[in-house]
């Protein structure tokens, strides 16, 4: 039996130097060295600071922007650390009242929207980090953040349609928006005057 241990830790060692650091170097160095910006995150950097990342949603909570979904990532949602759904079921009354306390306020924050409340502002998404709204959930707060802002519900309509993504390769998922990226561009091109 003893002979058994020779082989059994060489070829252990040699999976663990295969497996643990050279496929992870070689991995790592061609994705740096071919997608260098998705590689490190899809950060977005304006004026040379980072804003955040393009794939992990953060929360928004003042008028002047447009609100993400809602996050049950980590204690107060949005925790990268702590990616996760709620796995509430249907009939959980903790998910009930969550999902009738952020029909409130979302009614409560937008006033002149006054037709159904879509999904995707009411529901989390499994990792509780998703970057995107539909277009519908971005339409139906844009009065809100016109008013905020100052400026025409047509002005922003026309942010929201220059930053809806289609489908990816044409026939997967639903159209889409991705909220900092969007909130970011209502900055550059409507700043808020500050009081």
């Not at 899809?42 to 809602?70: C, D, M, T, W």
């Not at 990532?73 to 009242?97: E, F, H, M, R, W």
Request: aromatic share 8%; with cysteine; charged share 15%.
């Amino acid at each position: 039996m003893r002979y058994q241990f020779g082989p059994a830790f060489r070829i252990t060692l040699f999976m663990t130097i295969l497996t643990g650091l050279i496929y992870p170097g070689i991995v790592t160095g061609l994705c740096q060295l071919i997608f260098p910006h998705r590689a490190n995150g899809s950060l977005v950097e304006v004026k040379g600071k980072v804003q955040g990342s393009a794939l992990i949603g953060q929360n928004f909570s003042k008028p002047q922007y447009f609100h993400p979904r809602p996050s049950a990532a980590g204690t107060d949602g949005y925790d990268a650390s702590g990616s996760n759904a709620s796995n509430y079921g249907p009939t959980n009354q903790k998910l009930i009242d969550r999902v009738k306390g952020d029909v409130a306020k979302f009614r409560q924050e937008n006033p002149a929207y006054q037709g159904p409340i879509p999904a995707d502002l009411l529901t989390t998404s499994a990792s509780g980090l998703d970057p995107h709204i539909s277009p519908a959930s971005a339409l139906a707060q844009a009065p809100r953040v016109a008013t905020a802002r100052g400026i025409t519900v047509d002005q922003v309509k026309q942010l929201i349609d220059s930053h809806t993504e289609g489908r990816q390769w044409g026939f997967l998922g639903e159209p889409r928006v991705n909220v900092l990226m969007l909130n970011l561009d209502l900055n550059q091109n409507f700043p808020v005057s500050k009081p």
